[in-house]
Nanobody, 117 residues
Framework: QVRLVESGGGLVQSGGSLRLSCAVS????????MAWYRQFPGKQRELVVA???????DSVESVKGRFSASRDNAEWTLFLVLNSLKPEDTAVYYC???????????WGRGTQVTVSS
């Protein structure tokens, strides 16, 4: 069974920074992509940034230049550094693994990020 556990969320002032971590355990036999999603209150979960095995990332326009994802394949950990945070970044941030080609998703429980103005 694959388990994802996020940490590092919290309350920060506008302009501040946070570093989120996602520790993964279990076994996956298929190729997969790791990603961070976020969910605003009352909204659907949305992709923030995806990162492949080689560390190449693809992020949404609203976070480019501010958020940076990385992964430690040896420790099977995913990171997200959030810089220049804005109140509109307030959301629950989720770690995701998507198996390929099946598209099966694994999710963590999320970590709350709150940015005060």
């Amino acid at each position: 069974q694959v388990r994802l556990v996020e940490s590092g969320g919290g309350l920060v002032q506008s302009g501040g920074s946070l570093r989120l971590s996602c520790a993964v355990s279990g076994t996956i036999y298929s190729p997969y992509v790791m990603a961070w999603y976020r969910q605003f209150p009352g909204k659907q979960r949305e992709l923030v940034v995806a990162i492949d095995d080689d560390g190449r990332t693809d992020s949404v326009e609203s976070v480019k230049g501010r958020f940076s994802a990385s992964r430690d394949n040896a420790e099977w950990t995913l990171f997200l550094v959030l810089n220049s945070l804005k109140p509109e970044d307030t959301a629950v941030y989720y770690c995701n693994i998507r198996e390929e080609p099946s598209g099966h998703d694994y999710w963590g429980r999320g970590t709350q990020v709150t940015v005060s103005s």
